[in-house]
């Protein structure tokens, strides 16, 4: 039943974003069913390229330069963001399955009753993202209804522009989320089999350290009885294989995640930069424009976060196991050979950090620099429109008028 339920949202999930151009059709599909959906996604793409071009051209509004080209900046980020989503579900959809396949495949070599769990816990975060996202971007189509005055035309265009392709990027940030989430899922699953292994070493009550006993009942226990050695190989080949998709899944989705976080960023700081005008010279009759950019900031920001800390959950698992191998009794020359290799593969891999494209670190800590960047670009746009209306100041005194 469990099972079920996560496929019910998993399926929702994909059958939403092959709607929108964003995820490849079910390997079972025939050929005309795949010609389809590819005329499909080339036809969205290109409805979507060509609102974004001519909103490129038709913009006109009146600000500094800098301030126009990081506005602009999101249409050709949009642009190329889903040109490649659409690439990933039309042209490179074997590959683009063929890793999450083999994530399924490892989390069906579990026990059955492992496997249920894990996926009744996917399916609840599935549905928690999915629900968010929706609601979030609905929230937005309505805003812009609204503030428009219901001129349906204006509104149709306006979010063709900007939700749809906010919504086909935030699909696939969800796509790469719940890959990731289901890796550790599998991650604390080997946590938690180390910890029963670690509670298979304790010895009886009134066993002590210094008891003859001690030695004999774990030389037995540990290296024989309890199988741990063979127990720790399995868990490492399961971590090995988790690791070795993981770098895939960046394989995958790393240019998408770099070309995703140049956008949100450069659209954080504009946006960011918009609401701090208006703070200036309050106009509360523009009140819902204000709660659009905020629910912009909120977006941009979201995904940013979102893929920093999923990544940074699965190098906190991997802590936590190097933390459980170091507490865990040797008293045989093969264990101490496993837990070592163990140990050896866990420090190599979390002493290499994790990287979009080999440039960004997806990790939480590099919201600092983030953050750094931000505060730079925003005071360099403040400062500019500072100059600006002092220019404009002088050159109205001048003229005669009094500027305030």
Avoid at 81 to 107: F, K, M, S, W
Wanted: neutral net charge; proline residues 2%.
């Amino acid at each position: 039943m469990s099972s079920s339920i996560s496929n019910r949202w998993g399926n929702l999930l994909l059958t939403i974003s092959r709607c929108l151009a964003v995820a490849p059709t079910a390997r079972k599909e025939g050929r005309f069913a795949r010609w389809i959906h590819c005329l499909w996604c080339l036809v969205l793409l290109g409805y979507v390229w060509t609102g974004c071009i001519w909103k490129c051209i038709v913009f006109d509004a009146e600000m500094p330069t800098i301030e126009k080209l990081l506005y602009l900046m999101e249409f050709p980020g949009n642009i190329t963001i889903t040109g490649l989503l659409v690439y990933h579900a039309v042209l490179n959809c074997p590959y683009a399955r063929d890793v999450e396949t083999q994530i399924h495949l490892l989390i069906g070599r579990q026990d059955f009753g492992v496997a249920q769990r894990l996926y009744q816990k996917h399916g609840k975060r599935t549905r928690h993202l999915l629900v968010q996202t929706i609601v979030f971007h609905g929230a937005c189509i309505v805003v812009d209804i609204v503030n428009y005055d219901f001129n349906w035309w204006t509104t149709w265009s306006s979010n063709s522009v900007y939700n749809l392709p906010a919504l086909m990027i935030s699909l696939g940030v969800l796509q790469y989320a719940l890959a990731v989430h289901l890796l550790w899922l599998l991650q604390a699953h080997l946590c938690h089999c180390l910890e029963q292994l670690q509670k298979r070493q304790r010895p009886p009550q009134g066993i002590v350290n210094l008891d003859a006993r001690y030695d004999r009942f774990f030389a037995s226990l540990v290296d024989a009885g309890g199988c741990s050695s063979l127990v720790l190989e399995e868990l490492r080949a399961t971590y090995t294989s988790i690791d070795r998709l993981h770098r895939q899944l960046l394989d995958k989705f790393g240019l998408f995640l770099l070309l995703n976080f140049g956008n949100s960023l450069c659209s954080f700081c504009e946006e960011l930069y918009m609401v701090f005008n208006f703070f200036q010279r309050p106009q509360w009759s523009a009140g819902l424009l204000l709660f659009y950019r905020i629910l912009w900031l909120v977006m941009h920001g979201g995904r940013i976060w979102v893929i920093l800390a999923v990544n940074e959950q699965l190098v906190e698992q991997e802590c936590q196991l190097f933390l459980q191998l170091n507490q865990m009794e040797v008293c045989g020359s093969h264990l101490e050979r496993t837990i070592n290799r163990f140990l050896v593969q866990l420090q190599t891999s979390i002493g290499q950090p994790l990287l979009a494209c080999g440039v960004i670190d997806l990790d939480t800590l590099a919201m600092g620099g983030f953050i750094g960047v931000l505060m730079a670009i925003v005071i360099f746009l403040i400062q500019i429109g500072l100059g600006n209306k002092s220019l404009m100041g002088v050159a109205l005194n001048q003229s005669g008028w009094i500027y305030i």
